[in-house]
């Protein structure tokens, strides 16, 4: 799904001075990270009812092109919503406790009623605001007309309010609110945009070598998308690669979306089989499910194996010992 509003980020991306990596056996092995559970966070109630029912300027469109440019104006009404819920409800912000002192930068108590309160109070003000979709509990949208909206994130490491450069970037025209496409990752996932439009296969490669087993790993690729590529930061003119670069925080989240459970473990990542078989064990049938990724496997015999999406995209890799 190739959006619009990945336009002014496609001529970011090819200034940018990045050490494109090949995929699947020259790119870093998703095996390097966990793979954590996606499951959607519970519905913002700053965001109720139907689409577009609570911002009087009515609804945005996915339409549109994003980027940092104006600054943020409406920063003063953001940061006056968020005095309004510091000096409000108590138990959503410690104001005794400051990232830096007199800084503004209160402790987060209750993350959900914090931007709750914001968002409540950027509406009561007369503009339009919602919790980002992607991250409802760190980021919001806010827009005073369809002309164009603005996101900031305001969250920082730590679980402070973040002050200093919460503005992220316009969109132009507004870009929310809008009905959620039924092919976008769940709320909350941590995949943010871009989504990966499609998962075809997966690269595989033995990985780490020992005398009593071999290591797999494999690792999603999207194909036939050279705009998604270069929008994710591959500059090599590529048009399959993985879902994310190696070192990318959405990685796993958008890997675990697109390629869901394995049917055998239940764990996020891919079902693995050695010539049609599910792997039961290096003691059994000579394969066994790396113990913390889904997406590595432990192989003590040769043969040809496989590893599998739900949505049906395998890869495969002959082993010989």
Not at 89 to 115: E, R, W
Not at 253 to 266: I, L, P, R, S, Y
Request: charged share 20%; net charge neutral; with cysteine.
């Amino acid at each position: 799904m190739i959006r619009r509003d990945w336009c002014s980020r496609v001529a970011a991306v090819g200034l940018a001075a990045l050490l494109a990596l090949s995929c699947g056996g020259g790119s870093s092995p998703s095996s390097s990270t966990p793979p954590v559970a996606v499951t959607p966070a519970p519905a913002p109630s700053s965001g109720g009812g139907v689409v577009g029912a609570s911002c009087p300027f009515g609804k945005g469109t996915v339409q549109t092109l994003c980027a940092q440019g104006k600054g943020g104006l409406l920063l003063p009404d953001v940061d006056a919503a968020i005095e309004r819920v510091a000096q409000g409800k108590p138990g959503v912000l410690d104001v005794n406790n400051q990232a830096t002192p007199s800084s503004g930068q209160y402790k987060i108590l209750d993350p959900k009623a914090f931007i709750d309160g914001v968002v409540a109070n950027l509406r009561t003000a007369g503009d339009c605001a919602q919790a980002d979709y992607d991250f409802p509990l760190e980021r919001i949208n806010v827009k005073n007309s369809n002309a164009d909206s603005e996101d900031y994130d305001l969250v920082l490491t730590g679980g402070y309010v973040r002050r200093l450069k919460s503005y992220r970037q316009t969109c132009t025209p507004a870009a929310f609110p809008v009905d959620p496409d039924p092919s976008w990752p769940p709320s909350g996932s941590g995949c943010g945009k871009p989504y990966p439009p499609h998962l075809d296969y997966f690269n595989s490669k033995v990985n780490l070598k020992n005398p009593v087993f071999y290591t797999l790993d494999s690792t999603p690729i999207v194909a036939n998308e050279p705009e998604y590529c270069l929008l994710i930061g591959y500059t090599d003119g590529r048009t399959d690669c993985p879902m994310r670069t190696p070192n990318d925080p959405e990685r796993v989240a958008c890997e675990n979306w697109m390629v869901g459970k394995a049917q055998d473990t239940g764990r996020y990542g891919p079902t693995w089989t050695l010539d049609g078989n599910l792997c039961l064990g290096l003691n059994v049938n000579g394969c066994e499910n790396h113990p913390d990724n889904q997406y590595g496997l432990l192989a003590a015999v040769g043969g040809k194996y496989r590893m599998c999406a739900q949505n049906g995209a395998c890869g495969k890799v002959v082993v010989s010992r």
